[in-house]
């Protein structure tokens, strides 16, 4: 029932840059802020960015100034446009709802998608 297919992710050199697109099931998309998340090799998953229903954003200090998440409420998706890409942005990306705890909430993930930034 609940559905979050990512995709987009790849191998780019610093500097370069990415789109990933979430598509998420109506039920869930509906009715929530929606949010990218990352976890890195060897860390804890973390929050990059979070649009509410209403398109207003936030973003993870790590990622101001270089990534743009939008959404589109009719089509039930959500995207990460990700410029000026480090080594440090190397993760798993994962789309989900924003539960106000940074995703300790949530108990569903769907499969993510790989970004690795290497020269």
């Known amino acids: 029932q609940v559905q979050l297919v990512e995709s987009g992710g790849g191998l780019v050199q610093p500097g370069g840059s990415l789109r990933l697109s979430c598509v998420a099931s109506g039920s869930i998309f509906s009715l929530n802020a929606m949010a990218w998340y990352r976890q890195a090799p060897g860390k804890q998953r973390e929050l990059v960015a979070i649009?509410?229903?209403?398109?207003?954003?936030h973003y993870a200090d790590s990622v101001k100034g270089r990534f743009t998440i939008s959404r589109d409420n009719a089509k039930n998706t959500v995207d990460l446009q990700m410029n000026s890409l480090k080594p440090e942005d190397t993760a798993v990306y994962y789309c989900n709802i924003d539960d106000g705890k940074g995703g300790i909430g949530v108990n569903y993930w769907g499969k993510g998608t790989l970004v690795t930034v290497s020269s």
């Open positions: 649009i509410a229903t209403g398109g207003s954003t």
